[in-house]
């Protein structure tokens, strides 16, 4: 076992706190800043492993990208401009990163073998490698998981491209390529998934369209863009944020608010969620910020009841449901989320450990190839110890539940936590969580 943390029952949680900033946009804002010209100013971006590989990626690239005291600056080579040929980039545990660099590589004349750690080599590619084939990007590889070689160029082609199972990453790769393609590229949606790319791009300049017609959404780039230097201050990350609401929500006596956090509808789905079991949350101070909305959740502890947790939720809180699983532990009656098929194939399969982990820790629960069903009756045996497989989600998920439990719960590999909220005991322990080391 290494680097293990154990979470033990708590009360009061107290205090006002921000969370690192969101990694989705963080990721957005190094690789916009990297395809403008001028300079980009990021404030409050996510100083994560994931996103730090990002940047690494990108400077390996050609771009120039440099922390400037609390803040960071991207140096970008406008559209088509990353003509550096790095023999390898290393994107670690972010399959993030990797899938929206496919993307940004699709148009550049460059070549480089695409590698990650032991979790990120098992994850399948081919959603977001099948589009950008078609545009023009050559793969070679094993199969469709990491490492596999690309070679973008300069002569993209445009197309339309209806995507087959909801992804904001598959459509964020896609329209990234399209900003190198001569015309107009679009990206066809039967369920909405996260607008941040949207968003980030017509802050940087490019002609985007979005045309909805009943569940279909289309949404097209123009290619040849010019995209401009932006300042950019990345709202905290509502998933980070997550954790620290179901904390509270799970441990008795508690109030706290968390400042400055993305409020973005296409994120909000476990908030709303939380809503129907009974928990008091509140967003106030809402405002808009680079084109995001953002408040800040005050969150009480309280009674939960259990929730019937539709599929046509999962795109706005596919990250979250771990943790929801958790705070469903805690509730009084029966929890059914539907639509869970894409946690088998993120850092782990997820739903798998998730249903391990509550067994593990006395909570009646079951699950199919993409449904998870808790049984809660308000309170948590605990006792169990947790594999995380490597994920961080399934690390905080389980710390969180060791503070309303009975017994302690040891998490295993808990350093892994650091590639999407580093510093999270310490911050926890700030607000009164017993988390110690070991």
């Given amino acids: 076992m290494s680097d293990p943390l154990t979470a033990s029952k708590s009360t009061s949680l107290q205090g006002s706190l921000n969370v690192p900033g969101d990694k989705s946009i963080s990721h957005r804002a190094l690789i916009l800043g990297a395809l403008a010209t001028g300079k980009t100013h990021i404030t409050g971006l996510l100083e994560a492993e994931d996103v730090l590989a990002t940047g690494k990626a990108l400077g390996a690239l050609g771009a120039r990208v440099e922390q400037q005291g609390k803040s960071w600056c991207v140096t970008g080579r406008g559209t088509g401009g990353l003509t550096a040929r790095p023999d390898t980039l290393d994107f670690g545990n972010s399959g993030t990163g990797a899938r929206l660099m496919m993307g940004v590589i699709a148009g550049q004349d460059v070549r480089a073998t695409f590698t990650g750690d032991e979790s990120l080599s098992q994850r399948p590619m081919g959603r977001v490698l099948d589009p950008l084939k078609r545009m023009g990007l050559d793969v070679e590889g094993a199969g469709d998981t990491l490492p596999l070689t690309l070679t973008g160029t300069p002569d993209l082609l445009p197309i339309d491209y209806e995507v087959p199972v909801p992804s904001a990453q598959v459509k964020s790769a896609i329209l990234l390529a399209g900003l190198h ?15 941040h790319t949207e968003r980030m791009l017509r802050h940087f300049g490019a002609k985007l369209t979005i045309r909805r017609d009943g569940t279909r959404t289309a949404i097209t780039v123009s290619g040849d863009a010019e995209l401009e230097g932006q300042d950019i201050t990345v709202p905290g990350d509502p998933s980070s944020a997550a954790f620290l609401a179901a904390s509270a929500v799970v441990t008795q006596g508690s109030q706290i608010t968390i ?13 709303d969620t939380l809503k129907e079991m009974g928990a008091k949350i509140e967003f106030t101070n809402s405002r808009d910020e680079c084109g995001e909305p953002v408040a800040d959740i005050r969150i009480m502890s309280g009674p939960l009841t259990g ?15 771990p943790v929801l699983a958790v705070v469903a532990a805690f509730a009084q009656g029966e929890t059914r989320m539907e639509g869970l098929g894409e946690l088998r194939i993120k850092e782990s399969d997820r739903l798998a450990a998730t249903l391990a982990g509550l067994i593990a820790c006395g909570v009646d629960a079951r699950a199919g190839d993409d449904w998870l069903v808790i049984r809660g009756t308000g309170m948590v045996a605990g006792g169990g110890q947790i594999e995380t497989h490597m994920d961080h989600r399934i ?35 700030g607000l009164g969580a017993q988390i110690e080391s070991g």
């Fill in 395 to 429: 690390a905080m998920s389980f710390l969180v539940l060791g503070l309303g439990a009975k017994a302690p719960v040891v998490i295993e590999n808990a350093g892994i936590i650091a590639t999407s909220f580093p510093g999270f005991a310490k911050l926890m322990r």
């Fill in 181 to 195: 393609a001569p015309g107009k590229t679009t990206v066809i949606e039967t369920r909405p998934t996260r607008d």
């Fill in 259 to 271: 400042e400055g956090v993305l409020a973005n509808p296409a994120r909000t789905g476990f908030y």
């Fill in 307 to 321: 929730v019937r947790v539709p599929a046509q939720r999962a795109p706005s809180m596919i990250d979250e449901y």
